[in-house]
């Protein structure tokens, strides 16, 4: 596809699960954003990607998120042990300049916490 | 510390009126500011980005303007439309780190009939 896709687009799991969201960014950008999204909030910083390593991860909230881009395309944003206060929408944005590029959101991922 | 901040927080206009979002930064150093369109449970999509040299951007109905020695820019929405409803974000980056774009909370535009 030509834009950012994520999956799945909606989650609901239970409280202490492992949950996986994956992106698939536009091809060639090599820049890869994570951000969660609370409502009526804009989003917040998680993860920046430059090709496969994390170049930024000091927003990631505490050690049971992690994200992987191991052949520099696809992301996958994983959480352990989900509580409550995970739920939100997590959004995934790629771009070819860093800098001057336009940024790409994919629509989403909204996870809920049960 | 780099914030963004935005203004109104919630605006209500009558279809066919114009508007102004407004948009505060203390990012700096400066590199761009953006604007961007979130519909409800969908994603931001760009409007316009302005370099410190541009004054002013356009977009179809959609005119952005940028003062960076005040650090101050606004969004003017002329002639809306019920489509215009969304959620309005301000983005400024400052190109110093991985991490460079700062985010406003957004403005909350509904367009009634």
């Known amino acids: 596809g030509a834009g950012v896709s994520q999956t799945p687009s909606n989650k609901v799991t239970e409280k202490g699960k492992y949950v996986e969201l994956r992106c698939d960014p536009i091809s060639g950008h090599t820049a890869l954003y994570w951000y969660r999204q609370s409502l009526g909030q804009g989003p917040e910083f998680l993860i920046y990607?430059?090709?496969?390593?994390?170049?930024?991860d000091s927003g990631l909230p505490n050690d049971r998120f992690f994200a992987v881009r191991p052949e520099g395309s696809v992301s996958t944003l994983k959480i352990q042990r989900t509580e409550r206060g995970d739920s939100a929408v997590y959004l995934c944005?790629?771009?070819?300049?860093?800098?001057?590029?336009?940024?790409?959101f994919g629509e989403g991922s909204r996870l809920t916490v049960l | 510390k780099n914030q963004v901040e935005q203004s109104p927080q919630s605006l209500i206009i009558l279809e066919g009126k114009n508007c102004t979002l407004q948009c505060n930064y203390t990012v700096s150093p400066f590199s761009n500011l953006r604007w961007y369109k979130q519909d409800t449970g969908r994603g931001p999509v760009s409007l316009t980005i302005?370099?410190?040299?541009?004054n002013t951007k356009s977009n179809g109905r959609y005119t952005a303007t940028l003062d960076a020695d005040t650090k101050q820019s606004s969004l003017h929405i002329t002639a809306s439309q019920l489509s215009d409803s969304a959620s309005y974000i301000c983005?400024?980056?400052?190109?110093?780190?991985?991490?460079?774009?700062?985010f406003g909370t957004g403005t909350r535009l509904t367009v009634i009939p």
């Open positions: 990607f430059q090709g496969t390593g994390a170049a930024d």
């Open positions: 302005m370099t410190f040299s541009e």
């Open positions: 944005a790629s771009t070819k300049d860093r800098d001057t590029g336009e940024l790409f």
């Open positions: 983005v400024v980056s400052d190109s110093y780190g991985a991490n460079n774009l700062f």
